[in-house]
């Protein structure tokens, strides 16, 4: 009888934990070396195409778009890469070469902008998050500055 008991308190044990919502298996994260080179694949020939603010944004605001068509991208060293772009707002419209700094939050690539002189544009601090088919970040210059999202486009290959 007591073997039945004893069995019994193990199987309602068993079932009660078994009914217990389980955290899901946590997914496993490439190496830097492998996540470096599906970033360097993904980011040639893509193109950023999408939004940015200037402040505060108000109802009915139509956004202004940005594009940001990068030729290729090659790591430089460390954390630094270097970004071949042609960058599309406003009237602006120019190609050159950026050296960037890309920083990773466990599989996530942000590229990062500290008080980075662009030629013909001005200085730039930034964070922009690169998930998947899109990005999203912070932006600002010497007085202003503003949010900044939208799609990856790729190029055919």
Do not use: C
Request: charge should be negative; avoid cysteine.
């Amino acid at each position: 009888m007591r073997m039945v008991f004893l069995a019994m308190v193990t199987l309602m044990g068993t079932s009660v934990h078994a009914d217990e919502p389980r955290p899901p298996a946590a997914k496993a994260i490439p190496g830097r070396e492998e996540l470096e080179k599906q970033f360097a694949d993904r980011m040639t020939g893509a193109t950023f195409v999408g939004h940015y603010t200037l402040g505060e944004i108000k109802p009915d605001t139509r956004l202004p778009e940005e594009r940001y068509s990068i030729t290729k991208v090659n790591k430089l060293n460390d954390d630094y890469w270097l970004f071949q772009t042609r960058i599309q707002y406003g009237d602006h419209d120019l190609t050159l070469p950026l050296p960037l700094r890309v920083i990773w939050s466990g599989d996530t690539p942000v590229i990062t902008l500290d008080d980075v002189p662009v030629p013909g544009l001005g200085t730039f601090t930034a964070r922009v998050l690169v998930h998947k088919h899109q990005y999203a970040g912070t932006w600002s210059g010497k007085d202003h500055g503003g949010h900044l999202f939208g799609r990856i486009e790729q190029a055919e290959r």
